[in-house]
């Protein structure tokens, strides 16, 4: 597993923590991924940044990092030379969201990693390969780290508590691993493992969808779910066959589908916008594409308002950037400001992280981005984006009061056939 894989899942992992009380066991875990939630919060593509400690709080405190912890996660970055910092400012030493995630799997291993972390980690890369059997696990996470069984059967339950993977019981001997990741590398081969549990009329709306979802890179929710039906919808999202991604604001929740696998950037699918700055960032964009309107700054010319902000230039000056934009600010992917710009004065945006609008440019130039809303819905700032993982968790509990068959037969298609 290289550092950029590593870092993920210890981000991954982290995430997962910060959802549950009283486990322990995974110390070396939290310090590396909240170090890098922290580095990528802060970071940008200028190699060397100052950041207000009083913007330094506001962005950890958006990553769930509460003021005792800032302290010293910033003591710790600036012992190994990624960061510097005075009373009233933090400088930032060329660290950047890519990057962040090395420095994460560097600040981990520096701390000696106990063997049940070290396993949860190729636990999770191993479940988002295929689902995995629990004796392969048992068999292959006891000779790689030289545990006993009952130390394996541990994490393996743990895991499953957490959330590093999800569980399919097969029977009271069998049981299947696999997590959110599983769609994002080799997805056409796995989708069409997925196609042979469905029947035609089923096949031929996950086509569809796929097919729309190659030209668009982002596409209304309503819009998947007139395609698939909503039995077919609520057995895909639950295993991660796409992402529902969710932007949030005073008068609506705004969902749009993704693929998991349209963002690759890195030579690991796993490791793809492991921040979710990417899925935001597009899906921001998207929603002032179809939601907003033209007196308020309606997005028309996607491509070369992402080629102005990619080359470090401004947008603006319209309403709607003060507005739509509020999570990718807590983010720090954009800065938002008043100011001239061609002759009119008001709010701007600028990129931060040239690397997060790049890959969103590379995605809409490949899969456009337009609009598939029939209803033009209230428009008010967005202030809150729910990412793909925890939308499928939600909808994995629900699907999982009900019936699990649906998800179960999609998976053992999976594990059953070999991807070539």
Known sequence: MDKKTKGSWLVHHTNKLQEVNNVRGYNNTLTAGKAGLLLSAISASDQELKVSKERVGILAENVNINPLELDSLLAMLKQKDLIDYVESEV??????????????????????????????????ELASEKPQHNEFLLDTLSTNYDLNGEAVNEILIQSEQIGFTDVEKIDKNNTLYFNGNLFRKESTEKISKVLQSLNSAEQNRLIELNQLLETNACIDVNLAKRILTE????????????????????????????????????????????????????????????????????????????????SGGCIGPVPAIKQDYKILEYKNVVQVYDGWNKG?????????????????????????????????????????????????????????????????????????????
Not at 93 to 102: K, N, Q, R, S, Y
Not at 103 to 112: A, C, K, L, N, V
Not at 349 to 371: F, P, R, Y
């Open 91 to 124: 400088v930032v030493l060329g660290v950047t969201t890519e990057t962040a995630l090395a420095h994460t799997t560097d600040i981990f291993e520096s701390r000696e990693p106990t063997k049940k972390e070290l396993a949860t980690l190729e636990l999770a």
């Open 231 to 310: 039995p077919l919808f609520n057995k895909t999202i639950p295993i991660g066959l796409f992402d529902l991604n969710i932007v949030s604001n005073d008068h609506e929740d705004a969902g749009f589908i993704t693929k998991p696998s349209a963002f690759s950037k890195y030579n690991s699918s796993s490791v793809d916008d492991a921040f979710d700055l990417v899925k935001a960032f597009v899906c921001s964009l998207t929603y002032g594409m179809t939601r907003s309107a033209h007196d308020r700054g309606q997005i028309t010319l996607i491509e070369r308002l992402l080629e102005v902000l990619v």
């Open 344 to 420: 009119r004065f008001g709010p701007l945006m600028k990129l931060l992280k040239k690397e997060v609008g790049e890959l969103a440019l590379e995605a809409i130039k490949t899969g456009n981005v337009s609009e598939h809303s029939l209803d033009m819905l209230p428009t008010a700032k967005i202030n809150s984006y729910k990412n793909p993982e925890k939308v499928r968790q939600i909808s994995r509990r629900d699907q999982l009061t009900h019936s699990p068959k649906e998800t179960h037969d999609m998976l053992m298609v999976l594990r059953t056939h070999r991807v070539i």
